[in-house]
């Protein structure tokens, strides 16, 4: 099958590519990365995240102006985000767990193709906190994989790791919905996933530019794509164990993603770095003003692209050699009884 490779190869994606195929730790001797042919990833219209963002405040709005776990607004969000990739072909299951004594639930996706021995994921929590409706926290996260997983649909991209994307529960009360997540995992399949992408409030107001530090190589695909925009970085101390890469890191899973920033405070340097203000980054955490006013177009943008360069760089290539003899050409070759091949 040609895969179409649309738009510029880039150097440094083909060998994020191949590094994270060295994750897998599988002992192939991967094909060169330039070979490999990395297409680069479409760009992801702030208009349509927003439009996400939009619907998922109306959400709230005819739901007591929450999205929290328990309520009703949470499961209104699961079925919207659930009909939206149904309908472009995602094979979706919905995990239900019990929490506080209420049904919590995570939306898995999975992208039909791929190999599926060397899984790539990525994830955002869906709910909000009880007192608002989560715009930035984690709206922005869950807007941001639903466009690249319906520009995944839309290009027909068909990567050589397999993707799934998924939309957890009741993140706000500890990680839950991840955890019960990882922790019923079979072993076998925990080992499949090759890489976990957390994306937890990267639409802050008085935005930072944070790349978590875990996974080098998914840490260097992200430092890249900003350094391409001329956008500086710094990485994300704040969050360990604090989001739902925590349970996939402990798990052995290799972990990476973004942030812009929740109630701690921008530095006068990072004012410098970044522009904003010396204040919150995000004043609204956690608060009934986490409304689609609460959000900064520009890192959102920023960060939903960059969301897609990481999907696109690290689901291509494989180092996992084809199974079975492979022979090539075997037209203009004759195979000896020896198995020695003689060109004619
Ligand atoms: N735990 C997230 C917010 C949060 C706070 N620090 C970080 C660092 C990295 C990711 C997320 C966060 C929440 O309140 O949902
Ligand atoms: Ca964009
Ligand atoms: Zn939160
Ligand atoms: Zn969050």
């Given at each position: 099958m040609n895969i179409s490779v649309p738009r510029r190869v880039t150097a440094v994606a083909a060998l994020a590519a191949l590094a994270l195929g060295g994750l897998t730790g599988t002992s192939a001797t991967a094909r060169p990365a330039e070979a490999a042919g990395v297409a680069a990833a479409p760009d992801i219209s702030l208009t349509a995240v927003k439009q996400h963002l939009t619907d998922l405040q109306s959400i709230a709005t005819a739901n007591g102006g929450n999205r929290a776990h328990g309520r009703t607004g949470y499961k209104a969000s699961i079925d919207f985000v659930k009909a939206k990739l149904d309908a472009a072909g995602y094979t979706t299951s919905l995990q239900t767990f019990t929490s506080s004594g209420a049904t919590g639930y995570n939306l898995i996706a999975d992208w039909p193709g791929?190999?599926?021995n060397q899984v790539l994921m990525a994830g955002s929590h869906l709910d909000s906190v009880?007192?608002?409706?989560g715009i930035n926290d984690n709206g922005s996260g869950s807007a941001a994989i639903l466009e690249t997983a319906l520009a995944v649909s839309r290009a027909g991209y068909q990567p050589s790791k397999h993707l799934r994307f998924a939309w957890w529960g009741a993140e706000e009360l500890g990680l839950v919905g991840s955890k019960y997540y990882v922790n019923n995992l079979p072993t076998t399949e925990r080992s499949k996933i090759k890489g976990y992408l957390n994306f937890d409030m990267i639409g802050s107001p008085n935005p930072g530019y944070f790349v978590y530090d875990d996974d080098p190589t998914i840490e260097q695909t992200f430092k890249s794509y900003f350094a391409g925009l001329g956008v500086p970085t710094e990485i994300e101390t704040e969050g360990d164990g604090r989001s739902d890469h925590a349970p996939f890191k402990s798990a052995g899973v290799p972990v990476g993603g973004l942030f812009t920033g929740a109630s701690r405070v921008k530095t006068s340097a990072q004012v410098t770095k970044w522009?904003?203000?010396?204040?919150?980054?995000?004043?609204?955490?956690?608060?009934?003003?986490?409304?689609?006013?609460?959000?900064n177009d520009t890192a959102l943008d920023r960060n939903s692209d960059a969301v897609a360069h990481a999907i696109w760089t690290l689901s291509a290539g494989s180092t996992n050699p084809p199974t079975g003899k492979v022979f090539e050409n075997t037209a203009d070759v004759s195979i000896p009884d020896n198995g020695a091949a003689v060109t004619s």
């Open positions: 791929g190999d599926p009880s007192s608002g409706p522009g904003g203000t010396a204040t919150a980054f995000d004043r609204c955490y956690h608060s009934s003003c986490d409304t689609t006013s609460n959000i």
